[in-house]
């Protein structure tokens, strides 16, 4: 099955700073990867995704980038702003399935 | 208008206890899942519903039984109640055509087991 691996774990920026969280995963038949947000308190919600035939696609402050021969997508948030913090996921979905693998999510604290 | 809804939010019970959680999408969703997140903030799928039926089991106790009495509902009931099981659970809902389908989370629900 698909293993998604996700870094860092925890990380922490100053307001405006750029903040870069980046995934890896297993199965070259995944051809979706979306990216959800975590509040404190709240479910995950799905703030970008990118689809295999993309290399990268971007939404005002948040972009996303793929790589497929690495196996690799990172997701980059510019100009920060402590509304930013939260947990962050990112997932992996083959082609054929519609289920995510999730990573283990990236802690993102923004200090104003 | 909340799209996808879980009660109760918080539930505290005694080992061994049966407790039940509910969820409900108002989306017109096909499909519905059940997710656990572990304190290290792990997501990882428990069930998957299609039209009331379920699809996927993922390696989850059999003391875990979800129900869905129609396409709108998945309900997930917890038998016997171990320690090991205090965690978030997440309801989602999807609409899949194809593999990028969004999948849309309850707000959780947050079970302490003592």
């Known amino acids: 099955g698909e293993n998604v691996e996700q870094h860092p774990s925890t990380l922490s920026v100053q307001e405006g700073d750029s903040a870069v969280i980046k995934c890896t995963y297993s199965d070259s038949a995944s051809n979706y990867f979306p990216w959800y947000k975590q509040e404190l308190g709240k479910g995950p919600q799905l703030i970008i995704d990118i689809r295999s035939n993309v290399g990268e696609k971007k939404d005002q402050r948040i972009a996303v980038t793929l790589n497929k021969t690495a196996k690799h997508f990172s997701l980059h948030i510019t100009e920060t702003q402590p509304e930013d913090s939260a947990v962050y996921f990112c997932?992996?979905?083959?082609?054929?399935?519609?289920?995510?693998?999730f990573g283990r999510g990236t802690s993102l604290i923004v200090h104003p | 208008d909340t799209a996808v809804s879980q009660t109760p939010k918080y539930l505290v019970t005694q080992m061994g206890n049966d407790k039940s959680i509910k969820c409900e999408q108002n989306?017109?969703?096909?499909?519905m899942y059940w997710y656990k997140q572990d304190s290290k903030k792990f997501l990882k799928i428990m069930f998957s519903y299609n039209n009331k039926e379920l699809i996927i089991n993922e390696t989850v106790p059999n003391r875990f039984s979800p129900k869905s009495p129609d396409k709108a509902h998945l309900n997930l009931h917890i038998n016997s109640l171990e320690l090991g099981d205090s965690a978030v659970y997440f309801c989602?809902?999807?609409?899949?055509?194809?593999?990028?389908?969004?999948?849309?989370f309850g707000p959780g629900t947050r079970l302490t087991v003592l």
């Open positions: 989306l017109g969703h096909d499909t």
């Open positions: 989602a809902s999807s609409q899949p055509r194809t593999s990028a389908a969004e999948q849309f």
């Open positions: 997932a992996a979905v083959p082609g054929g399935s519609y289920i995510p693998t």
